[in-house]
């Protein structure tokens, strides 16, 4: 059937519905696909690299944006397009494959955020302290959040392109620049979008390229450039950007010895794009996700906690909610989950990049204003122990987790409590034991504690005025 903006908005209204059904019924969709932690890291040596890895590493907190064609449908973000037979990827399998993308590609036609407000959602993030930015400059659907001469499949030209700033990724990044954030830019390395990725002649089976590089090499050679130029005018027209954050890891070399008839090298040449990108950005921080070497200057395992503390830079990307974007009634985290993680995670030497996603309008949701505003009520007063901090070797007991200042002259104890158990009289914890005649500070009241040993047990007093929603109390010594 043709596809008009009637049956754009019939489409739309069915895959809300279904959206919600699907999020109910299957949880977190997003959390199917995950990247963990590879054996290996090697660290950048380029004197600047290095020198912004550490300033990244002070940091600690920051706020992942996932903002597309994915939220006007109020779906999980790009995945909806790929034919894959999972069951975090939700379709109306009544509906025929190609009708569908053709649907979702319309939905360029409108999406119209006519009240986006970048300030709003850099000053709300501040307000939960977080300190860096990852925008979606384009996901795996291959729709730009930023202008580009490449395509004419992006914001710049669809039903925003007459808005002052449609331009959506440059008043992003100046939004979150005034309020003195690292900025970084996502962009996925694969492009559904694109005849030199997905290109018709064939069907699209799975996320990968659909057509055998190595018969038409001239396809593939298109495709890099495509690539290499989109993140030319990403490095030369917005600015600085501190991180390039590459998503689709399945995009990477393959050794010809490993590759079969259904697997083949997708090599889109990361040493001539990094040269660039360098060159424009000579301290840019490069995140190429589970391709491991020198281009992953720090590894991003996604909605999960490393069990164990880690010694190379690393990073847990976790949603807030369900999803990455926008999808209308999702269950949220609480600020005490959210803050327990932070804290988990900092004690275990990494940092936690939270994902939400603002509406099809172009505001961030009211409930996600309120859980990053208690977040941030923590923040700002228990943040000696999170920010420019450094992981401890013994760092956890129980629900007591320890971070320690750079030059290691003071530690940090963030003591969890659970939701709905009475705070303790008294708290404890083995190991870290505070040298004699220290002082320990309770960091929301700068005042001391009284605190004693017993058999090697550090044993604490608490107030009794600290309140029963305490999410975690951070103590320095």
């Known amino acids: 059937m043709p596809i008009t903006n009637k049956s754009v908005s019939f489409f739309l209204k069915k895959f809300l519905f279904l959206s919600i059904l699907c999020t109910i019924a299957v949880g977190n969709l997003s959390a199917q696909f995950v990247h963990g932690i590879s054996e290996s890291y090697v660290f950048p040596t380029e004197p600047e690299v290095r020198q ?120 992003v990044f100046e939004a979150f620049r005034e309020n003195d954030f690292m900025i970084g830019a996502y962009f996925s390395k694969p492009d559904w979008h694109s005849q030199d990725y997905w290109w018709d002649r064939y069907a699209t089976a799975t996320r990968n390229n659909n057509y055998d590089v190595r018969k038409h090499a001239w396809k593939w050679e298109n495709f890099k450039q495509f690539t290499f130029n989109q993140i030319s005018e ?21 050794p010809e010895s490993e590759q079969t008839k259904r697997r083949w090298s997708q090599d889109i040449d990361m040493p001539k794009i990094v040269a660039m990108a360098r060159q424009a950005q000579p301290s840019l921080l490069v995140v190429d996700r589970m391709v491991h070497g020198i281009y992953e200057n720090y590894q991003t395992p996604e909605q999960q906690i490393p069990a164990q503390q880690l010694s190379v830079p690393w990073e847990t990307c976790m949603t807030l909610g369900t999803d990455w974007g926008y999808v209308p009634n999702q269950p949220f985290k609480s600020s005490r989950k959210i803050i327990h993680t932070l804290a988990e995670v900092v004690a275990k030497g990494g940092s936690l990049l939270l994902g939400v996603g603002p509406s099809p309008e172009g505001l961030l949701p009211d409930e996600v204003v309120s859980r990053l505003e208690e977040i941030g009520k923590w923040t700002s007063k228990n943040g000696k122990a999170i920010y420019e901090t450094r992981a401890t070797e013994h760092y956890n007991d129980g629900n007591t987790w320890f971070t320690q200042s750079k030059d290691g002259k003071k530690k940090y104890a963030i003591v969890c409590f659970q939701e709905n158990e009475p705070l303790p009289s008294t708290i404890e914890w083995r190991g870290n034991i505070p ?43």
């Open 52 to 171: 912004k890895l550490e300033q990244w590493q002070d940091l600690k907190f920051g706020i992942i944006i996932h903002w597309g064609l994915y939220s006007e449908a109020g779906i999980v973000e790009s995945w909806s397009i790929c034919s894959e037979d999972e069951d975090w990827i939700p379709r109306d399998s009544t509906l025929n494959y190609n009708e569908y993308k053709e649907w979702y590609w319309n939905l360029s036609n409108i999406f119209n955020p006519t009240k986006f407000n970048p300030e709003q959602w850099a000053e709300t993030a501040k307000s939960a302290g977080m300190k860096y930015v990852v925008f979606t400059t384009k996901h795996h659907d291959g729709f730009c959040m930023f202008d580009t001469k490449e395509t004419d499949f992006s914001i710049t030209q669809g039903a925003f392109q007459n808005h002052p700033k449609a331009d959506v990724a440059k008043y």
């Open 234 to 254: 990403l490095m030369h027209n917005y600015g600085n950007i501190d991180i390039l954050w590459l998503d689709g890891g399945w995009v990477a070399p393959v």
């Open 435 to 477: 040298k004699k005649g220290s002082k320990l500070i309770l960091l929301e009241t700068g005042k001391s504690l009284q605190w004693s040993v017993e058999n090697e047990v550090v044993k604490i007093k608490l107030p009794k005025n600290i309140s029963n929603d305490t999410a975690a109390i951070a103590i320095e010594f």
